[in-house]
């Protein structure tokens, strides 16, 4: 017997932990992540769960940032993160606003190396 849809019992609410797009590497050692700390630690450390309130979410992200900081492919996952880019969660040791600062320098810097004329 299947139950009506309205009917059926309703998951409790969990942060979506998007897709993790990731690039191998070219050399030999296999893809950087395999040797990312996080994949030890809960994927709700580096994504937002909805509704956040903010000083949960700071104290998230100085957590994630903290195993950011011992992990041996931070750079690489931080370059994955710029370069897909990715909109959301703690990669590479920088939030997603961060990152987006990042960009934007990165941006204007590439403007004033092409037009070196308009630097001045």
């Not at 019992?9 to 690039?23: D, G, K, L, S």
């Not at 370059?79 to 897909?84: K, N, R, S, T, V």
């Not at 997603?96 to 941006?107: C, D, I, K, P």
Request: glycine letters at 4%.
């Amino acid at each position: 017997m299947q139950l009506p849809p309205h009917s059926l019992p309703v998951a409790p609410q969990v942060a979506a932990v998007p897709r993790q797009r990731v690039p191998a590497r070219d050399d030999e050692a296999g893809p950087w992540h395999a040797e990312a700390v996080c994949r030890r630690d809960e994927a709700g450390l580096f994504f937002a769960p909805s509704k956040e309130p903010t000083a949960a979410r700071l104290a998230r992200e100085e957590a994630a940032k903290r195993v950011c900081a011992r992990c041996p492919v931070m750079i690489e996952c931080r370059e994955h993160a710029l370069l897909q880019p990715e909109p959301y969660g703690v990669w590479g040791g920088l939030t997603a606003a961060e990152r987006r600062v990042v960009l934007a320098r990165r941006r204007r810097r590439d403007v004033e190396l092409k037009n070196p004329a308009s630097a001045a």
